[in-house]
T-cell receptor, first 111, second 113 residues
Framework: GENVEQHPSTLSVQEGDSAVIKCTYS??????FPWYKQELGKRPQLIID?????GEKKDQRIAVTLNKTAKHFSLHITETQPEDSAVYFC??????????FGTGTSLTVIP | DTAVSQTPKYLVTQMGNDKSIKCEQN?????MYWYKQDSKKFLKIMFS???????INETVPNRFSPKSPDKAHLNLHINSLELGDSAVYFC????????????FGSGTRLTVV
């Protein structure tokens, strides 16, 4: 099966700085890579995703990049705000199969 | 309208008891899942189920069993609860095995005392 690794496990940034979270995957058959944000006490919610036929996708302050050759993908948050503080999960999906989630990154944005 | 709803939101019970958590989705999705989130926030797949196939994570004890009365419901039954079962359990649903992402329920915090 797929193995997804996520780094770092914790990340603290000053408000206004950028945050980067990185994930690697093992199965080249994976073709869909979503990112989820989980605020304290709430459910994980999809914030952005990317498919294997695209190298980069951007939505306002968040962007995701994918390097299929190296089998890694990253989440970039610019101009961070306190409300960005949450646990972020990456995931990889093999067609016809379940998601494989990373171990999560706890992001703290310091005002 | 809540897309994926779970009940109860909180469940406190004694060791050895049997309990159930219910999940319903109104998105018309064909696949439903149960995930366990432990104190370290790891999301571990327990089951995935659609009309045709139940996939069980081999690490899940057989005290846990999914029950699906219809396509929109996937309930989780737990027998002989143990202290280590304490966690947050999330139900989720997707279409076509997640080609457009999962929608998670709000979670059930289970505490075994």
């Amino acid at each position: 099966g797929e193995n997804v690794e996520q780094h770092p496990s914790t990340l603290s940034v000053q408000e206004g700085d950028s945050a980067v979270i990185k994930c690697t995957y093992s199965d080249s058959a994976s073709n869909y890579f979503p990112w989820y944000k989980q605020e304290l006490g709430k459910r994980p919610q999809l914030i952005i995703d990317i498919r294997s036929n695209v190298g980069e996708k951007k939505d306002q302050r968040i962007a995701v990049t994918l390097n299929k050759t190296a089998k890694h993908f990253s989440l970039h948050i610019t101009e961070t705000q306190p409300e960005d503080s949450a646990v972020y999960f990456c995931a990889a999906n093999i067609p016809g199969n379940q998601f494989y989630f990373g171990t999560g990154t706890s992001l703290t944005v310091i005002p | 309208d809540t897309a994926v709803s779970q009940t109860p939101k909180y469940l406190v019970t004694q060791m050895g008891n049997d309990k159930s958590i219910k999940c319903e989705q109104n998105l018309g999705h064909d696949t439903m899942y149960w995930y366990k989130q432990d104190s370290k926030k790891f999301l571990k797949i327990m089951f995935s189920y659609n009309n045709k196939e139940l996939i069980i994570n081999e690490t899940v004890p057989n005290r846990f069993s999914p029950k699906s009365p219809d396509k929109a419901h996937l309930n989780l039954h737990i027998n002989s609860l143990e202290l280590g079962d304490s966690a947050v359990y999330f139900c989720a649903s997707s279409q076509d095995h997640g080609v457009q992402g999962y929608t998670f329920g709000s979670g059930t915090r289970l505490t075994v005392v």
